[in-house]
């Protein structure tokens, strides 16, 4: 994540139209699902001509990427918004509850988000790129929810036993698998939400 952006000249205006392009995606996969997204469909809603798309997303994959990443700021938004803007501040359970539940669609945006973040780990089944920068994500993730995990170990409000990197391992798993089943109408949203809540108890003795 950049730690800053640039606020004009043309380096704004091209990060404005690339977020206005994901945007479009994101909508797009809102209203009609992933099928739907094509250079035609995201200029149309985009405002925009398919050359210009084109000009910033040549394939469709980048398209999806583009979303995947817009999909990530998004929601990381959305959970400082409901845990706090400063995480490190924050109580790390209710960081780790935030973040979990946020991975399990709970509405129309963060559906288009699962959606378009369970194409892209597709897209990673066939391009060892993708694979890479997956795990270099992931081992980001998991890191950051074992740091939540060890400090309320420290506080004695976990185990102290448990391997903080094993269970940041099983509960990302659960939620992201739960989402798979969310979206494929498998199990309810809030049956989803629910058990990732009683996981995240589970951890606590107090």
Request: aromatic share 6%.
């Amino acid at each position: 994540m950049r730690s800053h952006r640039r606020t004009r000249g043309p380096g704004a205006h091209h990060e404005q139209r690339r977020a206005e392009i994901a945007d479009a995606v994101l909508a797009i996969v809102a209203e009609r699902g992933l099928g739907a997204v094509s250079l035609t469909e995201v200029a149309a809603q985009a405002g925009i001509s398919p050359g210009r798309v084109q000009h910033y997303f040549p394939a469709k994959r980048q398209l999806i990427e583009a979303a995947f990443e817009r999909g990530n700021a998004l929601s990381a938004a959305r959970i400082r918004d409901k845990a706090g803007a400063d995480l490190d501040a924050a109580d790390p359970r209710l960081v780790l509850t935030t973040v979990l539940t946020e991975l399990v669609p709970y509405d129309p945006v963060s559906e288009a988000h699962m959606r378009v973040r369970q194409s892209f780990h597709a897209f990673a089944f066939a391009e060892e790129a993708i694979a890479a920068r997956m795990r270099v994500l992931y081992a980001e993730f998991h890191g950051q929810m074992a740091d939540l995990i060890r400090r309320d170990q420290q506080a004695g409000r976990i185990d102290a036993g448990l391997d903080p990197h094993a269970v940041a391992l099983s509960l990302v798993a659960l939620a992201e698998g739960l989402a798979a089943y969310v979206l494929t109408g498998v199990t309810p949203g809030q049956v989803a939400r629910d058990r990732v809540l009683a996981a995240v108890a589970g951890l606590y003795t107090a």
